[in-house]
């Protein structure tokens, strides 16, 4: 039976895909260690130490030393800075040659006062095969209300219940040392969908899990998707009237994007945007398609190279800063400001984009919660790739560690990967073992 539910739901997961013809390599300029920052406190000198994977070869040390004039930095047990290197007040970059496993030993001096710091990049490329977004994965304390609000906002292509229901190997995949028990719905808003869509989970019982869905737009992670609307505000008195609830009223912010956060009954945030797309207001949603998902990161450089070396090439700039009802839209009293890329695997694919957004005022430093894939809220994201098996030994072989083992059935199957903030990318498509 799981056999048979995990067949039907990889065939509706899988089937609607279009293989890319002419898949190339995506060359990126990956952060190995850092950035980290070392303040220069009034003392005797510190020492800090750390461990990083890379690829064997060569790669660069950049320092940024805002009023060291002094430090001592080895790497893999070798000195590779000189006091020559600083000036005070600017950018160092040294030639490095790195290996598999790899330890680096940072010393500042207690005097004068300053800040130093420190990032280990190398450039490499691959070609991983990615297809295109598959889904975000939204986790719920009540599968059956969630549901209820999926078909109020107008979703129309559903797999209920999907399965497999448990799975020893899904279950290790997903960071489960056993087997796990769940409910899961698929949602979309085409029938069949050609869009990403939501694979919607319950766990239950003692795979159940108690954190909530990250309270503020502005935590590191995933937070909320975007989906748009020909009538936003006609959605907004539509969903309101249906007890449906909003963070502030429509507003307008500084690119002139118009825009509303909602909740779900656990507190997601889902982002509603107006469009000229589609057919115009009905009585009833008006809801297009998944414009984007969101990843709030720490470092937009370091996340905008990872997603690049997944075949994210494509990108537009999108920084934005604002006070008023622009901040009062996103949850905050005072003004926000965050630096943002939205990018996207190109018009090949869907269209649906991934928000990096860097968030500087106000800055949560919480990070993503850590495995099991099982915490409320939005917890994942999907990308169906042209040979699993042979994305798996890429990617090991790059330096990146996977959360698991391959779940899934014969010929078809998913793993996760970390992103450089501890977002969990699930991979997915046919294996060759």
Known sequence: MLLKLFAIASAFLFGILTV???????????????????????????????SFRAIEGPAKL??????????????NGRDVVEAQDFSGNGEVII????????????????????????RVSQETEADLGLLRQGYFGLNTTDIERQRELYELMGFIGEIYPAGPETSTSFAQSLGFPEDYLIHVSLHSLQDPPQQPFIDTVEFRGDSHREEPPYAKLNHLGMTYGTYSTTDLDGDYAYFQAEGVEFLSAPATAPNGERFVFMQDQDGTFIKLIATDEGDGPTP???????????MNVSDLE????????LGFTESEPASQAGSGEFAAAHGFNGPIAFEGVDISLGEATDGATIQLRQWKTPYDDEPPYPPPVNHLGIDRINFYVEDLTS???TM?????????????????????FFDPDGIKVQLSGPTSE
């Open 391 to 393: 994305v798996i030994e």
């Open 302 to 309: 370091r996340s905008r190279e990872f997603y690049r070396l």
């Open 396 to 416: 090991t072989a790059l330096g990146f560690e996977q959360l698991g083992p391959i779940g899934g059935g014969p010929g078809f199957g998913i793993v996760f």
């Open 62 to 75: 950049v320092l940024q030393d805002e009023g060291v004039t002094k430090a001592w930095i080895k790497i």
């Open 95 to 118: 030639d490095l040659t790195l290996g598999r496993e790899n330890t680096i030993e940072v010393t500042v001096p207690g005097l004068p006062a300053g800040k130093l710091g420190v």
């Open 20 to 50: 890319i013809p002419g898949a190339y390599s995506h060359e990126a300029n990956l952060t190995r260690f850092g950035p980290e920052s070392y303040e220069l406190i009034q003392g005797k000198p510190t020492t800090y130490s750390a």
């Open 284 to 294: 009833g949603p008006d809801l297009v398609k998944l414009a984007n998902t969101n």
